[in-house]
């Protein structure tokens, strides 16, 4: 299983960045997509994910949208407001369950940096 995350970049303060993740390979099911952000220093947190429910952290609320386009496995997050302290590197992540086996696990995708200047 491969993730592949794309969108990242420099945004001003206030602008707005779509992130994309596809999740391909031999993939039976997917439970949840979602994404990460890691700031220099810091740890992982989640952002936002997508599964059953839809959850979003606190600092994101309002200001970022996560969908999902169930037929690509692809994940998307609407990045609005964006605001310095935004600036992370982005990690998609997927729980799923491939063909070959009857464990569901987690995968990461690479990272995306997002950098908003002030």
């Known amino acids: 299983v491969q993730l592949q995350a794309s969108g990242g970049g420099l945004v001003q303060a206030g602008g707005s960045l779509r992130l994309s993740c596809a999740a391909s390979?031999?993939?039976?099911?997917?439970?949840?997509m979602g994404w990460y952000r890691q700031a220099e220093g810091k740890q992982r947190e989640l952002v936002a994910d997508?599964?059953?429910?839809?959850d979003y952290a606190d600092s994101v609320k309002g200001r970022f949208t996560i969908s999902r386009d169930n037929a690509k496995n692809t994940v998307y997050l609407q990045m609005n407001s964006l605001k310095p302290e935004d600036t992370a590197v982005y990690y998609c992540?997927?729980?799923?369950?491939?063909?070959?086996?009857?464990?569901?696990?987690?995968?990461w995708g690479q990272g995306t940096l997002v950098t908003v200047s002030s």
């Open positions: 992540n997927t729980y799923l369950r491939t063909r070959a086996t009857a464990t569901w696990r987690n995968y």
């Open positions: 390979g031999n993939i039976f099911s997917i439970k949840t």
């Open positions: 997508s599964g059953e429910t839809t």
